[in-house]
């Protein structure tokens, strides 16, 4: 194999379009599930493309590099990575398709094909820098006033109240999220499990001020990196995504139904002493984050201990660190401590102690999950066992033991003066890997939601819009884009932008409606009369027609209010904007890629999991 590899425009968009022959088996509401079988027999099955993109064996880098930038996009937004290669396979064809015709190139460059790979990075270029400029522009002059603004004080407002029109629209838009990532059978069950939890914590949060960083916690601002200040429910979306591997417990063998939520917290580790019982009622516990028996001497060896009146006293280190822990566990009682939570294996005489006392220790529990019982409980934790102070103990309402499968766990309540307890979600599956995609999918749409709330810095694009899916926001953007590019206020470079972007874009409803072509023409044509016509109605969206068509209908509905076509379910406006910069970034970035090294020693980097996945390497 030569030491290096010239890329030329066919080697980049034959990779990307292997990626796209992968991905559009599952995409669309008529996509179905891969299956992939792993060096151990296991099979996963799955229709989510992070994941499928992480089950794939790449060895091309270009196919590595756009992986990445999938991972990037889909870790913040939670949504999209398959239209995301679906998007860059489109944009890289239209790219080439009119560099190939650049009439001025050849007189410049050696080779034709050396001009056609300078007007495609040329292009690529130009696509980028208008979209940063103008793109929320667009969106929010032609997309965002034929949607619907959900206001994010939706989530905290109570169980009775859901039935609220902007309750029903943000069910739809996560079983429609749902439906998309896990199929029809159970997206309306997952939507409103998280509906309740969003709920729970929204409230949870109203409730508590803003803290300090606590431990390795830091508990969401209320600004966000952008500057602006963020709602309530951004705020409280944030804290979930942050600490969502504490909040929720797989649970395989069990169907996906008895999913619930559960008051407290589960700390995913066992008693390490005998569990006594008498922890029903209120406890106090404290956390240690280093063994509580020195160890920087060999037992035998000899201390000295300071110097008196009387000279100096010394002891054998044994009897001193014996002496020492019962000191500890002295101070522990008098302050009514019955459970010791520690993020590091303790001694066997430490955990006799404890016995000898009438003290529960769960050892080695994981540090997230540390944090977030200290942030919860609102103490910090023992760094120093000298100093154990009354602000060390924490006051709960219960812990007992809790047998999930074949697992045991802690389970801990918090005590709430204002009757809102906080809560953790147990996520169920016949197998593990289904399982392990069910949390990954709360996750992801927990990011969705996120993203939907946010806003976005100086940008016009109001937070929460949300648009009927079935491609009606690539419509109206195609339809903007065409309008822009006919302004005679514009360049003929811009217009050439807007002409590419506009046809790129229309690849998605294509491949979402490829089963029935009829309807993307139905679609496209409602859509763009509705747009000449823009007065006819108030919008888009029916509040009745769309929430009906969500309760396990799949077929295309008609809003007889606008007179709309559109796919059952939603889109978020925000997310799809992102989408777009990241596409258009990404192409960018494949397109300034001319040469592959081939080196002698393979590297192996970790690739990183999506979503907080804890699932083996497929």
């Known amino acids: 194999m030569p030491p290096f590899q010239h890329l030329h425009q066919k080697h980049v968009l034959q990779t990307v379009c292997a990626l796209e022959a992968v991905i559009l088996r599952t995409f669309g509401p008529e996509g179905g599930q891969v299956l992939f079988t792993r060096d151990n027999g296991h099979s996963m099955l799955s229709r989510s493309g992070t994941r499928i ?37 489109s944009l890289l064809r239209t790219i080439y398709t009119a560099a190939s015709k650049d009439p001025n190139g050849s007189q410049v460059y050696n080779s034709r094909e050396a001009a056609a790979s300078a007007a495609a990075r040329r292009l690529a270029d130009q696509m980028l820098a208008f979209a940063l400029e103008k793109l929320d522009d667009l969106i929010a002059l032609s997309v965002t006033p034929y949607g619907l603004n959900l206001s994010a004080e939706v989530l905290t407002a109570s169980a009775q109240s859901s039935s609220n029109s902007d309750g029903v629209h943000v069910e739809t838009l996560l079983a429609s999220f749902f439906r998309t990532r896990l199929g029809c059978a159970h997206c309306d069950f997952m939507g409103e499990l998280v509906c309740k939890m969003l709920r729970h914590w929204s409230r949870k949060n109203d409730e508590c001020s803003p803290s300090d960083k606590i431990g390795s ?23 979930l995504n942050d600490n969502f591997p504490a909040l929720h417990t797989p649970l395989s063998g069990f169907p996906v139904t008895c999913s619930r939520l559960i008051e407290g917290q589960i700390i995913h580790r066992d008693y390490a002493t005998h569990y006594h019982g008498n922890h029903q009622h ?12 020195p160890k920087w001497l060999n037992a035998g060896d000899m201390l000295e201990i300071g110097s008196g009146p009387h000279g100096k006293s010394i002891m054998h280190f044994s009897a001193w660190a014996e002496s020492s822990l019962e000191h500890i566990f002295a101070t522990l009682k008098t302050l009514g401590v019955s459970l010791l939570l520690s993020a590091v294996k303790q001694s066997e005489a430490v955990l006799t102690l404890a016995t000898r006392a009438e003290m529960c220790v769960v050892e080695c529990v994981d540090e997230d999950e540390l944090a977030l019982f200290l942030h919860l409980s609102g103490v910090t934790a023992v760094s120093d066992y000298r100093g154990i102070r009354p602000g060390h103990i924490a006051s709960l309402a219960f812990c007992r033991p809790m047998l999930l499968g074949a697992h045991r766990y802690v389970h801990v309540g918090y005590p709430d003066s204002k009757g809102t307890q906080p809560c953790s979600v147990i996520i169920c599956g016949l197998g593990e890997g289904q399982t392990d995609q069910y949390a990954g999918a709360v996750q992801d749409v927990i990011r969705t939601l996120r993203t939907t709330w946010e806003p ?6 109001s937070p929460g819009c949300v648009i009927p899916a079935g491609g009606t926001f690539e419509f109206l953007l195609h339809h903007a884009l065409l309008q822009h590019g006919r302004s005679q206020a514009v360049s003929k ?22 089963h029935k072509p009829r309807d993307f023409l139905q679609i496209q044509s409602r859509v763009w009369n509705f747009c000449r016509n823009p007065f006819q109605s108030d919008g888009l969206l029916c509040e009745l027609e769309i929430s009906e068509a969500n ?21 978020s406006v925000s997310c799809k904007y992102h989408l777009i910069l990241a596409v258009l970034q990404c192409v960018k970035s494949l397109l ?3 040469t592959v090294l081939h080196i002698s020693t393979k590297l192996h980097p970790k690739s990183p999991k999506p979503n907080n996945s804890s699932e083996d390497e497929d």
């Open 493 to 514: 470079d811009v217009a050439v932008v807007c002409q590419l972007l506009a046809d790129a874009l229309l690849h998605l409803p294509r491949r979402i409606h490829s």
């Open 592 to 594: 300034r890629a001319d």
């Open 53 to 89: 993109l992480t089950a794939l064996r790449l060895d091309h880098p270009l196919a590595r590099m756009m992986v990445e930038c999938v991972w990037k996009h889909s870790g913040k937004t939670g949504d999209g990575s398959k239209s995301f290669i679906l998007l860059v396979a």
């Open 282 to 293: 209120p406890v106090k516990a404290v956390v240690f984050t280093m063994s509580l028996q």
């Open 551 to 571: 309760r396990g209908e799949k077929s295309s509905q008609v809003d007889t209010k606008s007179g709309i076509y559109c796919l059952s379910g939603l889109d």
């Open 456 to 461: 976005l810095g100086a940008s016009v694009i």
């Open 217 to 239: 916690f830091q508990r969401s601002s209320v600004v966000n990196s952008n500057g602006c200040k963020s709602n309530t429910s951004s705020s409280s979306l944030q804290f």
